[in-house]
């Protein structure tokens, strides 16, 4: 059994949010709904995809754990889709001493999933774009975060 249960020290989760008007990188696209029995051109092979603009929000959350001291370097992680599942994780391992005291900065997608939609657009362009929009906006307003 873990020596760190219930009275674990949890860390404080700051929240903002991020919109496509305000992004340099992503203005917004949505995927469109194919009409009813829309037939692919002659010759195509598969389904023709279109998307049209579309505004996001997406509310970014920045874990910083208990154990931080303000003002101090720290490493940090970022994750994708939003995902806050290792808040709860880094509450009982650095307590351990299994990983350093780091920061986690969340970022959920703009929306939709694959061609012709925002997420898509992010996570299947092979480019540094999305890294570009990462370290250009979604950190430069985690770092305005209160600690």
């Known amino acids: 059994m873990s020596p760190v249960g219930d009275g674990v020290p949890k860390g404080t989760i700051y929240k903002f949010t991020l919109r496509s008007t305000e992004s340099g990188f992503y203005p917004g696209i949505a995927r469109d709904q194919p009409a009813a029995g829309a037939m692919a051109p002659a010759g195509a092979t598969g389904r023709t ?4 603009p579309a505004p996001w929000t997406r509310t970014v959350s920045v874990y910083v754990p208990r154990q931080y001291v ?3 370097v720290a490493p940090f992680m970022i994750t994708c889709d939003g995902d806050g599942r290792a808040f709860n994780v880094l509450d ?6 299994k990983v350093p005291v780091m920061i986690v900065v969340a970022i959920p997608n703009g929306g939709g999933d694959a061609q012709g939609s925002e997420r898509g657009l992010e996570y299947d362009t092979v480019s540094g774009k999305y890294s570009d929009f990462v370290e250009t906006e979604v950190l430069r307003w985690s770092k305005r975060s209160p600690r």
């Open 49 to 52: 995809v279109t998307s049209h």
């Open 70 to 72: 303000s003002g101090t």
């Open 92 to 97: 009982h391992l650095i307590p351990l001493k």
